[in-house]
Nanobody
Framework: QVQLVESGGGLVQPGDSLRLSCAASGLTFTMYTMGWFRQAPGKGREFVGTINWAGGSTTYADSMQGRFTISRDNAKNTVYLQMNSLKPEDTAVYYC?????????????????WGQGTQVTVSS
């Protein structure tokens, strides 16, 4: 079956950087747009960004533009989220997800598969 497994979360201080990984299995990775979402305590799921199947096109939420970078390694079936200049308001559970590659992937409804999430806490 399809599995998306996130890793790399943890507790960091404001201004720090963190890289999350999401390893996919059970699917043909290049058939999917990959996305990252997050959910803070008491809030709904929020779009972070997405990357197309080839890795040549990315889209980010306005609040993450310039601080977050999504990349993918199709040989490793893995997508990454590099987060720089982290702020306390970035504290959330971060999820990766896979959408059919004809989907743009900016909405959660685009996505067929989801990981279990990894906690990121930004605090001094």
């Amino acid at each position: 079956q399809v599995q998306l497994v996130e890793s790399g979360g943890g507790l960091v201080q404001p201004g720090d950087s963190l890289r999350l990984s999401c390893a996919a299995s059970g699917l043909t990775f290049t058939m999917y747009t990959m996305g990252w979402f997050r959910q803070a305590p008491g809030k709904g799921r929020e779009f972070v960004g997405t990357i197309n199947w080839a890795g040549g096109s990315t889209t980010y939420a306005d609040s993450m533009q310039g601080r977050f970078t999504i990349s993918r390694d199709n040989a490793k079936n893995t997508v990454y989220l590099q987060m720089n200049s982290l702020k306390p308001e970035d504290t959330a559970v971060y999820y990766c997800a896979a959408a059919p590659r004809n989907r743009r992937g900016t909405m959660s409804q685009d996505y067929a598969y989801w990981g279990q999430g990894t906690q990121v806490t930004v605090s001094s």
